[in-house]
RNA sequence: GGUCGGUUUACCGAGUGGCUAGGUGGUGGUCUGCAAAACCAUUUACGGCGGUUCGAAUCCGCCACCGACCUCCA
């Protein structure tokens, strides 16, 4: 099985072609969110990223198996030894179960990425249906003789491993300039090394989500999770490993150590990062409190939002910019977002009232090599998008017959647009496929042919009040040269 | 302070040496009762100062500014 497509590697700094280690199959295991309160635009970044990662894998005819999880345990506030787990703390205040709560935010993620038209990954496994597999590893780990146990907690041993193996190599960080610069730890830490990070943590009196296990009752540190349950579901060495450029270090530095230190070996072999969306220049986050969630751009519903953005408006916001690349919130960028998506979507439409001539006027071949080659350099979107919109000028001359595009070529320039607009990109037509749509649009054809009995009789006010009255109501009528018609805002 | 990345035209945002992405906005036009939409055309920038080169937004050096990571974060 062969291929152009070169991907970004984190742990090399270059572009690499990708080449699986048992081609057709491949293995993509993303960092999921944990989930304590509603997904924001942020978590919209990851998600959209590496949904267009599987779905152009999938189209190159891999047989991906997507992994994705949820923690949903583990998760602490900061990183000392007395940090509140994120989900508890966040339950007591909504006076929730635990379980309840991730219960409820699981639901609301979920909603927004199917909003988002994200595919569902092949699996989403929750950290905290896999305590066995972590305590399994953290004893593998003991036994590797990179972990030791303190009053029932496990910490992984940063220094000792750092003697063999390399830590800090996805991240850039050497270790012994690390332990120069870092901020000393107060004296109550039970770690040898302000570095070494916790696989077990035993519980205090009042924690509710615990676990028996050899050391103590108590959780798993967080970095284990996305090591236990990758090994488990993809193999102890599989192809990409994605998140967020904020998880780079320490988690997933972490999760290598912990995985090399049980196995022997290295697990990834593609890291692979989406850059951060940023709001002012700064990077959005729940613990800055500067994030809008999914929900409140979708309704407009928040003091920053000058009008609410519709879910594919998110996405090809998202698309339009590249995936290492920051990419800045405003109210001016998204509209703007919004109209493009718009006008390629029309001119998407417009592709079925073609009409073929005897040859062609126009390259369809060079289109679908461009396509390919702007996808196939890390994945490159805003210049594939540049792409459609230089095709969509072909849809218009074709229509207006200063092109001419011959049946089999307009066959290919078809199922070209719906494949990369619909099946890769992940666009949809969001006024398409509504309830009552039979209804809508034999109410408006009443409504025109009035309209249009008014107008051949210059009754203008007749005509403008219906125009202004359906506007309110979010519809616009149009007056063209072949009719009139109408849409949606 | 350390490490890494960025600074592109009104805004967003591609582009790792020559072929002047694209979207939005603006302007002009076609169409039109008016409007809107649509379409066509147009709008030529690369933080500063040096250097390499026949040629640099792209390579090198210095400086300025912004950000990410170094606690939790997608």
């Known amino acids: 099985m062969q291929n152009n497509f070169y991907i970004y590697n984190s742990l090399t700094r270059t572009r690499e072609l990708f080449e699986p280690l048992h081609p057709p199959f ?16 942020g978590h919209a970044r990851p998600a959209v990223t590496f949904d267009l990662l599987f779905r152009y894998l999938s189209h190159l005819g891999y047989k991906v198996r997507y992994v994705r999880n949820i923690t949903d345990v583990g998760h602490l506030e900061d990183d000392s030894d007395d940090g509140e787990d994120k989900i508890g703390k966040k339950a007591r205040l909504e006076h929730l179960e635990p379980m309840e709560l991730v219960q409820k ?3 609301n993620f979920l909603k927004n990425m199917e909003q988002l038209n994200t595919l569902p990954p092949s699996i989403e496994p929750r950290a905290s249906g896999h305590i066995i597999e972590q305590v399994e590893m953290i004893k593998k780990i003991i036994s590797a003789g990179y972990a030791y146990e303190v009053n029932g907690s496990v910490y992984f041993d940063v220094p000792k491993y750092n003697e063999k193996f390399n830590y800090g190599k996805l991240s850039g960080r050497v270790l012994e300039e690390l332990q120069q610069n870092t901020r000393s730890l107060e004296g109550s830490s039970e770690k040898r090394s302000p570095w070494d990070f916790a696989l077990w943590k035993k519980a205090t009196p009042g924690h509710i989500m615990k676990w028996p296990a050899p050391w103590s009752t108590g959780f798993p540190g967080w970095h284990l999770e996305c090591s236990a349950m990758s090994t488990k579901y993809l193999g102890e060495v599989f192809d990409i490993h994605g998140g967020g450029i904020d998880l780079q270090f320490p988690h997933h530095e972490c999760e290598i150590a912990q995985s090399t230190a049980a196995l022997g070996k290295e697990s990834v072999r593609y890291w692979i990062h989406n850059n951060l969306i940023t709001i002012n220049g700064q990077k959005m986050a729940r613990s800055l409190g500067n994030f809008i969630t999914l929900d409140r751009l979708f309704s407009g519903d ?15 916001f998202i698309l339009q910019a590249h995936y290492r690349s920051t990419v800045d919130f405003s109210n001016e960028a ?3 977002a919004g109209k493009g998506l718009r006008r390629l979507m029309k001119a998407v439409a417009g592709l079925g009232n073609l009409k073929a001539s005897g040859d062609s006027t126009l390259d369809v071949a060079a289109i679908r090599k461009g396509f390919y080659e702007a996808m196939n350099d890390d994945l490159n979107t805003p210049l594939l998008l540049s792409r459609l919109f230089d095709s969509i000028k072909y849809i218009n001359s074709i229509n207006e017959g200063t092109d001419r595009i011959s049946s089999s070529d307009l066959e290919t320039f078809r199922s070209l647009f719906g494949t990369f607009v619909f099946g890769i990109l992940g666009l949809k037509d969001e006024t398409a496929g509504r309830d009552d749509e039979k209804l809508t649009s034999d109410l408006m054809k009443i409504i025109i042919d009035l309209r249009q009995d008014a107008r051949s009789k210059k009754e203008w006010e007749v005509s403008d009040h219906i125009r202004e009255e359906l506007k309110k109501s979010g ?15």
């Open 26 to 41: 491949t293995g993509l295991y993303v960092c999921g969110p944990t989930v304590y309160s509603d997904a924001h635009l």
């Open 105 to 107: 935010y699981m639901n």
């Open 302 to 316: 928040h003091p920053l939002l000058q009008q609410a953005y519709s879910p594919m408006t998110i996405r090809f």
């Open 334 to 336: 998204l509209s703007a």
């Open 475 to 489: 519809i616009i009528l149009n007056d063209t040269k072949e009719g009139m018609t109408w849409n949606r805002e």
